[in-house]
């Protein structure tokens, strides 16, 4: 028979036979395997269970190559995905399971790196720049200069921004609503640079919309739950704004805590809005003891911040930085939900009623020299803390996330 070329090929290989891709498909034991046959077509996807697995681990974006490497805690497996359309692009986070990336146009676009997937975003403009680093950008020959100084006849410019600094200038990180809700529809909010307002759109829409969040300090980060947008500032305040009516924020009261608390982190856990907050005693100030802190978790009930003690099972993953792929998610306990899930059996040294941060929330280190990637699990029952090697190596500077595939 001749071979089978271009489109045909295409074609035969959409086409197997559903019980041929049942029988492939219950042989797959890693979740990289099951991701990649998943992502290959809708017939594929149909012939394959919804098997549950963990979040994967993403390593900063190769903007050179358009390169990003993913590790899998359930079975210490790595993976590397490389796309032209990664290429000279700035990653702003990821959210429902796609990337959102921007280039040095101030473009931005929704990028999933599994099935291929794009869906633009409204870019940057002087006004967002503006608002979110409190300076004057303006295009020239494709690239965005800051203005140093202006006056009534003459504007000066100084260097063009680089890519590495458009998250700076522009949006520093995007997050999308569930596509569950509001009958397929999707909304976008992006935390900017420094600022306490943040950046409102619809997908489709050609502007972002500036709310706003009356809050005191800068934006640490927004998250999505249960039809509403919730934003965090850098003291642990919360105002909220609800995705279909997205004019103003109301405050939150924050939760009653005590001691130095220096990160709020806010994700969505069963439908009910949580936060992890660590505390520093004010005793490891001004020492290189690092053992003395521990975390607190809070959940909203209504309009009370109450203490979590138990999450039973389950697992808080959390990120370090980026707030889009800080999630609850349920372990053996057999809890789901509709995008990630988690496979039958747990990480290596991890057990439920524990957060797992990608990389540890605090260390002391040279900034020049690479250091090994450590997740960090925190016991809530006891406070007591695991850390466990994944065999990489990243740079003081970078940025480590989680991250779930969407492959509906």
């Known amino acids: 028979m001749a071979p089978i070329r271009g489109r045909s090929r295409a074609r035969q290989w959409s086409s197997l036979p559903s019980e041929l891709l049942e029988i492939v ?3 797959l034991s890693c979740s990289f395997d099951y991701v990649l046959f998943r992502s290959v077509c809708s017939s594929w996807r149909s012939a394959t269970p919804r098997i549950k697995f963990a979040p994967l681990i993403m390593f900063p974006l190769d903007a050179t190559t358009g390169t990003i490497k993913f590790f899998n805690p359930s079975d210490n497996q790595s993976f590397r995905v490389t796309k032209d359309y990664l290429r000279d692009k700035v990653l702003c986070g990821s959210s429902e399971g796609m990337l959102v990336l921007m280039d040095k146009r101030a473009s931005m676009s929704l990028f999933n790196p599994f099935t291929g997937e794009q869906i633009p975003l409204p870019s940057g403009n002087a006004q967002l ?11 020239i020959d494709g690239d965005h200069w800051v203005c140093i100084s202006q006056d009534w006849f003459f504007i000066t410019v100084g260097e063009p921004i680089r890519l590495a600094d458009m998250r700076s200038f522009f949006i520093k990180e995007v997050v999308l609503s569930s596509s569950v809700n509001f009958g397929g529809e999707r909304y976008a ?13 619809r997908l489709g829409d050609n502007r972002w919309t ?7 300090t ?5 998250t999505y739950c249960n039809g509403r947008f919730y934003a965090v500032d850098l003291l642990g305040d919360v105002a909220f704004c609800d995705v279909e009516n997205p004019v103003s924020f109301t405050r939150q009261p924050l939760p009653e805590v005590t001691g130095i608390f220096t990160k709020f982190k806010l994700l969505d856990g069963r439908g009910k809005l949580m936060m992890v907050v660590l505390k520093i005693h004010p005793e490891l100030l001004g020492n290189h003891n690092l053992d003395r802190y521990n975390y607190k978790v809070y959940r909203l009930e209504e309009t009370t911040w109450v203490r979590v003690t138990s999450i039973g099972e389950d697992t808080l993953f959390v990120s370090r930085y980026y707030n889009s792929q800080s999630q609850y998610l349920g372990g053996v306990s057999g809890y789901q939900n509709s995008h990630s899930q988690y496979l039958g059996g747990r990480l290596q040294g991890w057990k439920g009623n524990c957060i797992c941060f990608a990389e540890p929330t605090l260390f002391s280190m040279n900034p020049a020299v690479p250091d090994s990637v450590q997740m960090e699990f925190v016991d809530l029952a006891d ?8 065999g990489e190596t990243k740079n003081f500077s970078e940025t480590i996330t989680w991250f779930k595939p969407n492959l509906m």
């Open 25 to 27: 498909a219950q042989k």
């Open 129 to 139: 720049a503006l608002a979110s680093s409190g300076r004057y950008v303006m295009m």
């Open 189 to 201: 909010m992006a935390t900017l640079s420094s600022s306490n307002k943040v950046a409102f759109c």
């Open 210 to 216: 500036l709310l706003d969040t009356r809050l005191s």
């Open 218 to 222: 800068f934006v640490w980060s927004v």
């Open 383 to 390: 406070g007591s803390k695991r850390f466990i090697e994944t």
